[in-house]
């Protein structure tokens, strides 16, 4: 069955400091992970894309990683700010006939507090 | 294009009423979910539309839920009779199935409240 597990579950932080979640698959055929923030209310928004063959990415303050031997990825926020606050949802997709199967991760709730 | 769109954003409806939420996907897109998300159990897959055709409905929790997407642009997820234990929000997403790297996009989400 594919799985997607983040941790930590939750997360506090002050602002401008440094953090990163953590994302473990089983999912296959891998197609691609993506990260997503979620803002109270609202739906999730991509925030980047990871593929196979790519290591690490960036956009603005946030760097995702993949290892694809572990099935591991991280996002790593730089010089966190109050507007991070959200939910940070790993996202992994399987190809299959059909199309792309996405499976979510329970997400990690961060908050960062001035 | 305005993205997907989902209605009501919110409904309060008593326990044993039927409920029906809409979602209107992308325009050109021919994936579409429909995802429930509690503070417990975070974002489930309830069910997965291609080209109209449900894929995997394995999700949906019990006869009461059913989904319909009659076409390319428009879908309803139906609980019928609802109870408390319904209570959430539910998104639709759609995506364009058959490229590479998609991207599911999300509506606002309808937040339901059985009482």
């Known amino acids: 069955k594919n799985q997607v597990e983040q941790s930590p579950q939750s997360l506090i932080i002050l602002e401008g400091k440094n953090c990163t979640l953590q994302c473990n698959y089983t999912v296959s055929p891998f197609s691609n992970l993506r990260w997503y923030k979620q803002d109270t209310g609202r739906g999730p928004v991509s925030l980047t894309i990871?593929?196979?063959?790519?290591n690490t990415k960036s956009n603005g303050r946030y760097t995702a990683t993949l290892d694809a031997d572990t099935k591991q990825s991280s996002l790593h926020i730089t010089a966190s700010q109050l507007s991070d606050s959200a939910s940070y949802i790993c996202?992994?997709?399987?190809?299959?006939?059909?199309?792309?199967?996405?499976?979510f991760g329970g997400g990690t709730r961060l908050m960062v507090k001035p | 294009d305005a993205g997907v769109i989902q209605s009501p954003r919110h409904e309060v409806t008593e326990m044993g009423q039927e409920v029906t939420l809409r979602c209107k996907p992308i325009?050109?897109?021919?994936?579409l979910f429909w995802y429930r998300q509690t503070m417990m159990r975070g974002l489930e897959l309830l069910i997965y539309f291609n080209n109209n055709v449900p894929i995997d409905d394995s999700g949906m929790p019990e006869d009461r839920f059913s989904a319909k997407m009659p076409n390319a642009s428009f879908s309803t997820l139906k609980i019928q009779p609802s109870e408390p234990r319904d209570s959430a929000v539910y998104f639709c997403?759609?995506?364009?199935?058959?490229?590479?790297?998609?991207?599911?996009?999300f509506g606002q989400g309808t937040r339901l409240t059985v009482v």
């Open positions: 997403a759609s995506s364009l199935s058959g490229q590479g790297n998609t991207e599911a996009f």
């Open positions: 325009s050109g897109h021919n994936s």
């Open positions: 996202v992994v997709s399987a190809r299959n006939n059909a199309g792309n199967m996405l499976t």
């Open positions: 990871m593929t196979f063959s790519e």
